[in-house]
């Protein structure tokens, strides 16, 4: 399912519109996943997501290069809701405004 305008609604909920800037949004039908892209910064966060598994349920990822500042990571592996973590990135179950929410306050910390 498309859910690239439920992104763009995460993405200034969330208060990420005021550390970050998009660079485009886009519907990957054939992998069932949403993505909001970013703008280039220096704390390498790349996209958000939503992905719809054949189960049902919808999980949330934040991607980040792996050039990012190693306290981001870190950071996303004790956020609640966190299903995995991974060398780039990280992905959770439930709200998804709730880790975009913390993305933003944390990088509105390290300004």
Do not use: C
């Amino acid at each position: 399912m498309d859910r690239t305008n439920r992104l763009a609604e995460i993405f200034a909920q969330s208060g990420l519109d005021k550390v970050l800037a998009t660079n485009g949004q886009r519907y990957f039908p054939k992998q069932r996943f949403s993505k909001l892209k970013f703008v280039r910064s220096d704390f390498r966060v790349r996209s958000i997501e939503l992905w719809d598994h054949k189960d049902g349920t919808t999980v949330f990822r934040i991607h980040h290069s792996d050039q990012a500042p190693a306290w981001l990571p870190e950071a996303m592996k004790a956020w609640p809701g966190v299903r995995t973590s991974a060398k780039y990135g990280a992905t959770f179950g439930g709200d998804p405004l709730e880790p975009a929410k913390a993305l933003a306050q944390l990088l509105a910390s390290k300004r």
